[in-house]
């Protein structure tokens, strides 16, 4: 496989994972709205167009599209955009594939752990846990519906749930040290599953380049952090002020709404799955991966 398409590409993922191939000698391209910069073929979901010589020259896909769930407040048009992003753009996949001749044969999608439901409490989940009966919950199961229906045209397809993505220059980590003094969030006791991005991306690399690789897989750390954990660790590597009281949930209702839900909660998820198909992670403990981080 030398010709490897990605959609969302110019994201902090994306772009992680563009580097990590091109450093291998992949051929990379992305599926975007705008032709400048990158190589890439041209597609607008919304409007259901997509360039049909992107599928035909791509031997594989790697899919990351879809509105940020966490940017803005969720309104019910950013519910509706926050799903659709994710499924329409898969099923816009899915037509254009279907049509092309030398199709690609290997379909990798981002999922979330958002699939096993805001709270899953202290119990380690894993692959075959129930999906939770929430917002995101349904997103997700919507998202992975669409993405497997790939292996109806005999494409290897696998699926990598996604937790809390560690980097310095944006993500969960921004955010949570954006204020001037780092606090936890509520109780501060509620599991994350975290992942430094280099990690992932190299298992989105390790799920192109294992041929065996189907179905879905946990993209999380071996070692999950509470919330109080990962925010006094962050502050100390970053060199910020950390207050232990948490900011009230009450309080994160009012400014959050709904969305409150996904900071308040949290999941402790099992990376046994994919650590057993052969993915050695570099960064297991959450200490070793802020200071990489924040004092590469």
């Known amino acids: 496989m030398d010709h490897i398409l990605i959609t969302g590409g110019s ?51 790697i899919h990351l599209a879809g509105a940020g769930v966490a940017e803005k407040r969720w309104t019910p048009e950013r519910k509706k955009l926050i799903l659709e992003s994710r499924t329409q753009s898969t099923k816009l996949l899915y037509s254009a594939i279907e049509k ?50 790939m292996e109806a ?3 290897r397809t696998v699926l990598l749930r996604i937790g809390i993505v ?15 003094v780092a606090a936890p969030l509520g109780s501060g006791d509620q599991w994350m599953s975290w992942i430094h ?39 100390s590597a970053k060199g910020k002020p950390y207050l232990g009281i948490g900011v009230p949930g009450f309080a994160l209702k009012l400014v959050l709404g709904e ?3 996904m900071v308040l909660g949290g999941n402790r998820v099992s990376s046994q799955k994919i650590q057993k198909a052969g993915f050695q992670f570099e960064f297991f403990e959450l200490s070793a991966a802020l200071r990489d981080i924040f004092h590469r």
């Open 11 to 61: 994201g902090l993922v994306g772009q992680q994972i563009t580097r990590l191939l091109e450093k291998k000698g992949y051929q990379v391209a992305w599926l975007s709205r705008s032709a400048q910069g990158q190589k890439n073929f041209l597609w607008d979901v919304e409007k259901g167009k997509i360039d049909p010589e992107a599928l035909e020259w791509a031997d594989a896909v």
């Open 100 to 149: 092309a001749v030398n199709k690609p044969s290997t379909f990798i999608s981002a999922s979330a752990v958002g699939y096993y439901g805001f709270n899953t409490g202290t119990k380690l989940v894993d692959e075959n846990s129930p999906a939770g009966d929430d917002f995101l919950a349904q997103v997700v199961i919507a998202w992975e519906n669409e993405a497997k229906k």
């Open 166 to 180: 560690l980097d310095a220059d944006g993500g969960a980590l921004g955010e949570m040290l954006k204020p001037p």
């Open 259 to 261: 969305m409150a839900a």
């Open 153 to 155: 045209l005999h494409l």
């Open 197 to 235: 991005i280099e990690d992932l991306a190299r298992m989105f690399v390790f799920a192109l380049e294992k041929t065996t690789l189907q179905g879905v897989y946990n993209a999380v750390g071996p070692n999950p952090a509470t919330n109080q954990q990962l925010t006094q660790e962050a502050a």
